[in-house]
């Protein structure tokens, strides 16, 4: 008999563990979320991201373990999959040395060296020469990344989840063990995978003060230039940055941003706005016609997301709770992917896989 599995959340965490699940025959999934794909909301991370894969993980750390375990995948999607919204991006990654001890150079500590951890994870990484660099940068690096329309991508992999059986239900938790009661089997479910993000600061059960948000801040507009760059720092505030990324399969272009850590704040600032649009052409000329500035950018929509940050990183843990019932609960954690959890989405969920299968060992269980 396959076991009875709640996957807990809809954003790319939750679709991604429960993808794999559903894919073994071992398992009979259910996912509940609040948010679903084609849903835009300031508690729904995933559909604001870009999104691209650009490691930032420390060496050694299981973020990193992650993000090399996702490239493959994506990979492969991106050769095999077009109807997935993933393709081939080359990227470059612009270093200014004096941008030092900012959180956006934090942030891209591990992007910018020189001999970055995944130059051999990622095809065609090289060290850009002097001459190939803007004026103002003092290196740079490059490599082919992708990127992903989350706008396809997530409808997608929701589709993927429904074509392996799973059954997708919206549903509002206060409390994490309350999912063992939503199985759509009717059945109590055996196990509960929390993928609720941000929202495991508060989720009655999990309540996990470790977790903060980093804001993020993007304009998502038609002019289409075949560009993905990024770079390390600006001159208008060290919790700003400037990256540019071409969707696929015409999901425009998205400009960013910013790492505000600890801000809430729902509604773009229009004066970030104004500085991120500026800032992109000046990096990119081409995605406006020649002698125009931003008022030639054409608009689809400005866009704030939360990033679930974590201090320690990641959580995929396992995890015995009573539920209000009194009857006792497998969960695995996953979540508190920070900005990158599109490019660990398959490490991470594969790890929580793991631990799903070995919480589900007759002797394993709680
Ligand atoms: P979420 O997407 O927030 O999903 C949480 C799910 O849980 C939702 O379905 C929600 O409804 C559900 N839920 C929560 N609480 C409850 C409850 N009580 N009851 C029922 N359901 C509940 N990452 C990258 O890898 N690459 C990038 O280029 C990138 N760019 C980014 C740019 C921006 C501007 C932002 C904001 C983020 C970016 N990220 C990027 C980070 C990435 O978006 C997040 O790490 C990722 O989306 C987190 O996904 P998640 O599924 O864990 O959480």
């Not at 001890?101 to 995944?118: H, N, P, Q, R, S």
């Not at 803007?134 to 993927?160: H, K, R």
């Not at 959580?315 to 996953?334: A, I």
């Amino acid at each position: 008999m396959p076991a009875n599995v709640v996957v807990l959340g809809a954003g790319v965490s939750g679709l991604t563990t429960a993808l794999l699940l559903a894919r073994d025959s071992k398992y009979n999934v259910t996912v509940i979320a609040k948010h679903m794909p084609g849903d835009y909301n300031i508690e729904y991370a995933s559909p604001w991201a870009g999104a691209n894969y650009l490691p930032v993980a420390k060496p050694g750390t299981s973020s990193e373990t992650y993000e090399r375990g996702t490239w493959p995948e994506l990979e492969r999607i991106a050769e095999d999959l077009p109807e997935a919204g993933v393709h081939f991006q080359d990227t470059v990654i612009y270093r200014r040395a004096k941008d030092a001890g900012t959180a956006t150079a934090d942030w891209f500590a591990e992007l910018i060296k020189d001999d970055a951890w995944f130059k051999d994870v990622v095809p065609n990484f090289r060290v850009l020469p002097k001459n190939e660099l803007p004026e103002g940068m003092d290196g740079g690096t490059s490599f082919t990344s992708v990127c992903i329309n989350t706008a396809l991508y997530l409808p997608w992999l929701a589709s993927q989840c429904l074509k392996y059986g799973a059954v997708i239900r919206r549903g509002v938790l206060s409390h994490v063990s309350d999912a063992a009661t939503l199985h759509h089997s009717g059945k109590r479910a055996d196990m509960i995978v929390n993928c609720t993000g941000l929202s495991s600061l508060k989720l009655g059960g999990v309540e996990d003060k470790a977790l903060y948000p980093a804001r993020g801040q993007i304009v998502i507009v038609r002019n289409d230039v075949n560009v993905m760059a990024s770079v390390s720092g600006t001159d208008d505030g060290p919790d700003e940055a400037t990256y540019i990324m071409h969707r696929a399969a015409g999901g425009g272009c998205v400009l960013g941003g910013c790492l505000q850590k600890n801000n809430w704040e729902s509604q773009p600032d229009p004066n970030l706005a104004i500085r991120i649009m500026k800032r992109c052409v000046t990096l990119c000329p081409e995605l406006v016609p020649k002698g125009k500035g931003i008022e030639a950018l054409d608009i689809i929509r400005h866009g704030v997301g939360l990033r679930p940050m974590r201090n320690g990183g990641i959580r995929v843990e396992k995890d015995g709770l009573k539920g209000r019932d009194g009857e006792s609960v497998n969960v695995v954690h996953n979540y508190g992917h920070g900005g990158y959890g599109y490019q660990t989405s398959y490490g991470a969920s594969q790890a929580a896989q793991k631990l799903v299968e070995e919480m589900l060992q007759p002797k394993a269980r709680l």
